[in-house]
């Protein structure tokens, strides 16, 4: 890879980052498309990637401007982050407790997030409507979701360590 078409390539990065914080990536080949006649930004000239990216960061400033709450980029990129580690905590528990997925398999996470004991941890607009969590660990989107739910398998987890632990002393007895 060439030094121009690795500046291409983090253009084409940057752009749409800044599609994701606007909430049009979706739009992004309606925009291609309209504004230079392609169908995506590998089409393009690193020079039509400026204009793209100067229109977007003016259409972001704008938003930013007109609503003060609207989340700022590393805010939101801490946010994340923080989600990614309660994800990552609730696995490990989960692993733990000998509940495995891998990364073309996450049946036995995702089932064992549909039981009901972890239902009362979805938003009470879904609880209300008895949606079940069909997406196992991606239903929990918000930390506090997360929080909650690792101190539930983490509670589990405990009680199923002491089970085990009094069957073996009940064992040794016999």
């Not at 704008?62 to 709450?69: E, Y």
């Not at 941890?121 to 909650?148: C, H, W």
Request: glycine content about 2%.
């Amino acid at each position: 890879m060439t030094k121009q078409e690795q500046i291409l390539r983090q253009k084409r990065q940057f752009y749409h980052r800044l599609l994701l914080a606007l909430g049009e990536e979706r739009y992004k080949k309606l925009i291609v498309a309209e504004r230079f006649g392609v169908q995506s930004t590998s089409g393009l000239t690193e020079k039509q990637m400026d204009i793209l990216i100067h229109d977007a960061r003016q259409r972001l400033e704008k938003v930013r401007k007109s609503n003060p709450h609207f989340p700022k980029a590393k805010s939101r990129e801490k946010s994340e982050q923080l989600v990614r580690k309660w994800r990552n905590k609730c696995l490990l528990v989960l692993n733990e407790r000998g509940i495995t997925a891998t990364p073309k398999d996450w049946s036995n996470v995702n089932r064992e997030l549909a039981k009901k004991q972890y239902q009362w941890i979805m938003p009470p607009e879904k609880q209300q409507r008895e949606i079940v969590n069909s997406k196992g660990l991606y239903a929990f989107s918000t930390v506090e979701d997360l929080k909650k739910l690792f101190h539930q398998l983490v509670a589990i987890r405990d009680n199923e360590r002491k089970k085990a632990k009094e069957l073996r002393e009940l064992m040794l007895r016999n």
